[in-house]
T-cell receptor, first 115, second 113 residues
Framework: DAMVIQNPRYQVTQFGKPVTLSCSQT?????MYWYQQKSSQAPKLLFH???????NEADTPDNFQSRRPNTSFCFLDIRSPGLGDAAMYLC??????????????FGAGTRLSVL | AQKITQTQPGMFVQEKEAVTLDCTYD???????LFWYKQPSSGEMIFLIY??????QNATEGRYSLNFQKARKSANLVISASQLGDSAMYFC??????????FGTGTSLTVIP
């Protein structure tokens, strides 16, 4: 059974039209991450939550926002998608921040297209 | 400096042969974890194997093993008896004491029948 679930798998939006991607987990992990991955590149961390504490990467554009209403769910909001935001968006979870041994588990990703 | 370096953008291997994917890392921490992930064309990142900095033995998981050389700061992934389904991108990653994982640029592996 999938432990980190992302919906939808494919999302098409229009230039400038807000879009929300969702992620849920059944692992009860306290850390949740959002990555952006463009073709043939490494995943780029956008931000992460440690419980309710939000940690933004310094180079994440303001256009990207996130919400974590409870332990299980985390959302990525793109307020005004541009053509450059077309990418795969990966959600991941991890247990007990601060311990190097804790594995990061990923969802299947949402592939975003911007028309 | 890059935390994780993967110097092989693409690799080819004959089916049933073994292949080694290289990974070097940079850290001054004593406690850290090293991970390998597989990403097929479908996009999902699949965890393969973990090696802790204090682990004395090389990690193994089925056909995957990690050749950990701490003094050289390398953590190479060895896939034995390659299968066509092993064709994918492979990412090496490191976690130090905090929340962040550092990823390499990946190696694209193609298994040839």
């Amino acid at each position: 059974d999938a432990m980190v679930i992302q919906n939808p798998r494919y999302q098409v939006t229009q230039f400038g039209k807000p879009v929300t991607l969702s992620c849920s987990q059944t692992l009860n992990h306290n850390v949740m991450y959002w990555y952006q991955q463009k073709s043939s590149q490494a995943p780029k961390l956008l931000f992460h939550y440690y419980d309710k504490d939000f940690n933004n990467e310094a180079d994440t554009p303001d256009n990207f926002q996130s919400r974590r209403p409870n332990t299980s769910f985390c959302f990525l909001d793109i307020r005004s998608p541009g053509l450059g935001d077309a990418a795969m968006y990966l959600c991941a979870t991890s247990r007990d921040a601060g311990l190097a041994k804790n594995i990061q588990y990923f969802g299947a990703g949402t592939r975003l297209s911007v028309l | 400096a890059q935390k994780i370096t993967q110097t092989q953008p693409g690799m080819f291997v004959q089916e049933k042969e073994a292949v080694t994917l290289d990974c070097t890392y940079d850290t001054s921490d004593q406690s850290y974890g090293l991970f390998w992930y597989k990403q097929p064309s479908s996009g999902e990142m699949i965890f393969l194997i973990y090696q802790g900095s204090y682990d004395e033995q090389n990690a193994t998981e089925g056909r995957y093993s990690l050749n950990f050389q701490k003094a050289r700061k390398s953590a190479n992934l060895v896939i034995s008896a390659s299968q066509l389904g092993d064709s994918a991108m492979y990412f090496c990653a490191m976690r130090e004491g905090g929340n962040q994982f550092y990823f390499g640029t990946g190696t694209s592996l193609t298994v040839i029948p």
